[in-house]
Every structure is written in C-alpha cells, then in structure tokens.
C-alpha cells in the first residue's frame, strides 16, 4: 500500500495523469472518498495520461461517461445515487470491471463494502488499483493506494 499528500488539485491532476501514462488495458481504479476529495479530479488527470482532449466531468446523473479517443478508452463511473450492491447490479455496470480500456469509479465502495467487487463468477476481476482520497486541509488530500489481482 502507497500513500502520498497532494497539496493542490493539480497535484492531485498529475498523480493521474502518472498512471494514465503508465495505464494498461483491462485496469479499474476504485475511487473512494467524501464529497470534495478530488476523485474527479484524480479522473481529470487520469484522463490526461491516457491521452484524451474531450472536458472530463463527474458521470452522478448519467452513472457512466465514457471517453474514447485516447491511447486507452476510459469508461468513468460514478455510483454516488447508487445505494445497494443490487441496485448496481440492476444497472448493469459488471461490464466495466473488465474493461476493454480503463475503468475509473467514483464512490467504488458502494459495490461490494471497502473491497473490489467480484465478477460474477466470484473471483476478482483483472487489475485493480484501489484509492483512498481523504481530505487533510482545504486544499491537502491523503490520497492511499494499493494494486490488487493481475
């Protein structure tokens, strides 16, 4: 497990755009954190690294974003309105945990509880990269990771 201290969004931008360079296809980035941690903003940057011009938001009402056009697709989830594992399984999301690209999901901790979710034959899908963003001061993140599967 890594941890590092971003003092500004564009710290925490870069650290994205870092893995965004570095990223593999099949990769998904769980993201959890309070309202304001910087997960989209980590996406913004991840975004960067793979390449991709087009304006990155946070998906909340659309539940899925995607964005081609890069060296990888980038499928950006956002489970906030989700409330149970059922309902995120009703929306039809398992596609994204093997992802032909990177999948980045924002609030990933409402899947399956503080672990990566299962694929529905109850192993662990592919490559995950699990992130903790806590917010320290205003402008400060702790942001945790650690790399699990692949």
């Known amino acids: 497990m890594a941890t590092c201290i971003s003092h500004s969004p564009a710290q925490t931008e870069a ?4 893995w965004g360079r570095q990223a593999e296809s099949g990769l998904v980035i769980g993201l959890c954190g309070d309202l304001g941690a910087g997960k989209t903003q980590l996406v913004k940057g991840l975004a960067r690294g793979l390449g991709i011009t087009a304006r990155v938001h946070s998906p909340t009402f659309a539940l899925i974003n995607v964005y081609p056009g890069g060296r990888l697709t980038l499928f950006h989830l956002d489970l906030y309105r989700l409330d149970t594992p059922q309902q995120i399984a009703a929306a039809g999301l398992e596609e994204y945990l093997a992802p032909a690209g990177v999948t980045a999901i924002e609030w990933a901790e409402k899947w399956e509880g503080r672990r990566p979710p299962s694929t529905g034959h109850g192993s662990r ?4 990269r699990w992130v903790r963003l806590e917010t320290v001061t205003e402008t400060e ?5 650690e790399d699990l599967g692949g």
Do not use: D, F, N
């Not at 650290?15 to 870092?18: F, N, R, S, T, Y």
């Open 15 to 18: 650290l994205g755009e870092a």
């Open 125 to 128: 899908s592919g490559r995950w």
């Open 141 to 145: 993140r702790r942001i945790t990771y």
